[in-house]
């Protein structure tokens, strides 16, 4: 039988005083460690000094060397637990999520995505290129040649093809008798746009160039359609028409492209950097970009479904499209500016 080792009084005093020594010696960076974790858990950082905030990984770092000690020599009970709760709570702090979901979507719309928009700023610019030299180009293609309206129209084309009369054009645009057809058509444009959005972004990796393509066919329909509704004498009554709900899903597609060309010039053209490390932050602030993309084009449907059929003139629909037009420019170029902006990659 084995005998039980005899612990007598004074090993036990020893121990204790070990253990209060251990505690007084650092106890005083405890305190304050505990004190910056309490206040930045509440929200109170403007209680704390420029020093405890740049302090707080030291302390933290203090605090688990002092637990793992503490553990090695096997300290009482009561200061393990206080250092493992310290310990967790400040890991959190220095090395945790630095905000929520709320947090989150304060800075994205509080300026994070219209920053990010400025920071590709150069993309913006060729994609708006590419877009208008498409529509250019899908005018006059299907000027010199009307046979090239169902090449670049295709499905869209329904009653709305050369030879129709500027009745038929004029009722697609206004009233009730075409009401069923006009919201096929319109939910049909909102799912196409939506899919060539999420693709010109999704094939930017390919050096940007089918995102440029994209656009360009895109863009082409649209100038065919321009070109038909003003053989007919309905140019600004379509633009109207357009102009409700297409300010802003063109917009979208706009960003999208050049969301999407960005992430590729990142990696035809790393600069300094490794192709992995510029194809990671390009698609940082393009991915950012892409979250608002979404959301004009839920804000899109949203007109296009109703503002569009309850607005029956062409000013009121000119009106809304260009206000839309307005604030899209102000909120994606002129809110949230800083003396430190992000400058164009």
């Not at 970009?289 to 062409?314: K, N, P, Y």
Request: proline share 3%; with cysteine; glycine share 12%.
């Amino acid at each position: 039988m084995n005998a039980t080792p005899d612990i007598s009084g004074a090993d036990i005093m020893s121990a204790a005083l070990r253990s209060d020594r251990f505690r007084l010696e650092r106890e005083a960076d405890w305190r304050r460690l505990e004190t910056i974790c309490t206040a930045m858990e509440k929200g109170r950082l403007a209680r704390l000094s420029d020093d405890d905030v740049l302090d707080l990984p030291v302390l933290y770092r203090t605090a688990a060397s002092s637990l793992s000690i503490a553990r090695e020599v096997s300290l009482d009970a009561a200061t393990l637990a206080y250092l493992d709760s310290l310990v967790q709570r400040a890991w959190f702090l220095v090395y945790g999520p630095r905000v929520g979901p709320g947090g989150w979507l304060r800075g994205f719309f509080g300026g994070g995505f219209s920053r990010a928009v400025r920071g590709i700023r150069v993309d913006l610019a060729i994609c708006l290129a590419v877009m208008i030299a498409g529509t250019v180009a899908g005018w006059l293609l299907v000027a010199a040649d009307s046979d090239w309206y169902n090449a670049l129209v295709g499905p869209l084309a329904g009653q709305r093809a050369p030879g129709a009369s500027a009745a038929v054009l004029r009722a697609s645009l206004y009233g009730h008798a075409d009401e069923n057809g006009l919201s096929v058509f319109a939910a049909y444009l909102f799912g196409h746009n939506a899919q060539i959005a999420l693709l010109c972004f999704a094939l930017g990796f390919a050096f940007g160039l089918p995102s440029v393509l994209m656009l360009a066919q895109n863009t082409g329909m649209m100038g065919a359609m321009l070109w038909l509704f003003a053989k007919a004498g309905l140019l600004p009554d379509f633009a109207a028409w357009l102009a409700v709900h297409g300010t802003t899903e063109l917009f979208a597609l706009w960003l999208a492209g050049a969301a999407g060309l960005h992430i590729g010039r990142a990696v035809a053209f790393p600069g300094r950097r490794s192709v992995l490390a510029s194809a990671a932050a390009a698609g940082r602030r393009a991915a950012t970009v892409m979250v608002g993309v979404e959301l004009m084009l839920l804000v899109a449907g949203l007109l296009e479904g109703f503002a569009r059929q309850l607005i029956d003139s062409t000013p009121g629909r000119a009106g809304v499209g260009l206000a839309m037009l307005a604030f899209w420019l102000w909120y994606c170029f002129g809110y949230g500016r800083t003396p430190g902006d992000e400058a164009p990659a």
